[in-house]
């Protein structure tokens, strides 16, 4: 069946450097994953999102990378924060309703 | 504007007893989501109210949960009786609804259950 899924569960970063969170998928057909960051104690936020017609995809201190020949999409964390500490998912909208499918989730962790 | 509203926060109960979890929406958003994640697991897709209508309960688990949203307001979604399986955190969502386009749903903080 279709799946959004991590690969690493926990990633520990220290303040400052880079954080990239991978995610694979198996449909190919799909074509919008969106990136959620959830804080403790909050619901996932939205983060940023691309369409299969990209590559990449910019935002602030963010940006996400396409990979369709392998099913594979990674979020990257300029100059991880202490704020940036959460688990990260990926998701995908589907049929027309648009409930999202997830994957399982990635924990950050940064160190000072 | 206000966000995603959930009651309660948090919700310990034992099993065979009944739980009513509340959610709502952003005013004005008719779609209506509810998702919950179990312990170590994803975040999964339980039901999609458009307006007072379920859209898709494909994701309900059983016939121990009943949700609702008379008057396409807020929403309620009961488990009864509740199962120990059934701890997790539930999460609920809205979003415009704008023809077919997607657009972005915004979550409540979610609401923590553990059945004893």
């Known amino acids: 069946g279709e799946s959004v899924g991590l690969h690493l569960p926990t990633l520990s970063v220290q303040e400052g450097d880079n954080s990239i969170i991978n995610c694979a998928y198996s449909?190919?057909?799909?074509?919008?994953f969106i990136w959620y960051k959830q804080e403790s104690g909050k619901g996932p936020q939205f983060i940023i999102d691309?369409?299969?017609?990209?590559d990449k995809r910019q935002g602030q201190r963010v940006t996400v990378l396409l990979n369709k020949t392998v099913k594979h999409l990674s979020l990257q964390i300029a100059a991880t924060q202490p704020g940036d500490s959460a688990v990260y998912f990926c998701?995908?909208?589907?049929?027309?309703?648009?409930?999202?499918?997830f994957g399982g989730g990635t924990r950050v962790l940064v160190k000072p | 504007e206000a966000g995603v509203t959930q009651f309660p926060s948090h919700s310990v109960i034992e099993k065979g007893q009944t739980v009513t979890l509340r959610c709502d929406p952003i005013?004005?958003?008719?779609?209506l989501y509810w998702y919950r994640r179990v312990m170590g697991k994803e975040i999964k897709f339980l039901l999609h109210?458009?307006?007072?209508?379920?859209?898709?309960e494909s994701g309900m688990p059983n016939n121990r949960f009943l949700a609702e949203r008379t008057g396409g307001t807020y929403s309620t979604l009961k488990v009864q009786p509740a199962e120990l399986e059934d701890s997790g955190v539930y999460f609920c969502?809205?979003?415009?609804?704008?023809?077919?386009?997607?657009?972005?749903?915004?979550f409540g903080p979610g609401t923590r259950l553990t059945v004893l």
């Open positions: 005013s004005g958003h008719d779609n």
């Open positions: 449909n190919s057909a799909s074509d919008y």
């Open positions: 969502a809205s979003s415009k609804r704008v023809g077919g386009a997607v657009h972005e749903q915004f």
């Open positions: 691309i369409r299969s017609n990209m």
């Open positions: 998701a995908e909208p589907l049929a027309a309703g648009n409930k999202l499918t």
């Open positions: 109210f458009v307006k007072e209508s379920k859209q898709d």
